[in-house]
Nanobody, 125 residues
Framework: QVQLVESGGGLVQAGGSLRLSCEASGRTFRDQAMGWFRQAPGKERNFVAGIAWSRSTDYADSVKGRFTISRDNAKNTVYLQMNSLKPEDTAVYYC???????????????????WGQGTQVTVSS
């Protein structure tokens, strides 16, 4: 059974940093794209960042220059380093993985096959 488990969320002041982790189990995702999405209260879930099997990356405009996605295939884990956090970054952050081999970065929810349960990030002003 495939599982994605996020960790690293929490409460931080504006301008601070957090590092989210997403550990996969049940299969390896070293040849697949993985991504991060977020959902603020009362809003739709939106793309944040994605990383391809080749390690090429893609970011939403709202986080470009502040967030960095990376992966450690040996640990079957993807990370999201979040710097210069703003109150508008407050949301539940979800990790996602694509089952397609050699997949490039994905921005749409339907392009991902597996999802984590989410981790709350709250940024206070």
């Amino acid at each position: 059974q495939v599982q994605l488990v996020e960790s690293g969320g929490g409460l931080v002041q504006a301008g601070g940093s957090l590092r989210l982790s997403c550990e996969a189990s049940g299969r390896t995702f070293r040849d697949q794209a993985m991504g991060w999405f977020r959902q603020a209260p009362g809003k739709e879930r939106n793309f944040v960042a994605g990383i391809a099997w080749s390690r090429s990356t893609d970011y939403a405009d709202s986080v470009k220059g502040r967030f960095t996605i990376s992966r450690d295939n040996a640990k079957n884990t993807v990370y999201l380093q979040m710097n210069s956090l703003k109150p508008e970054d407050t949301a539940v952050y979800y990790c996602a993985a694509d089952a397609t081999i050699n997949s490039y970065t994905r921005r749409e929810e339907y392009e991902y096959d597996y999802w984590g349960q989410g981790t709350q990030v709250t940024v206070s002003s």
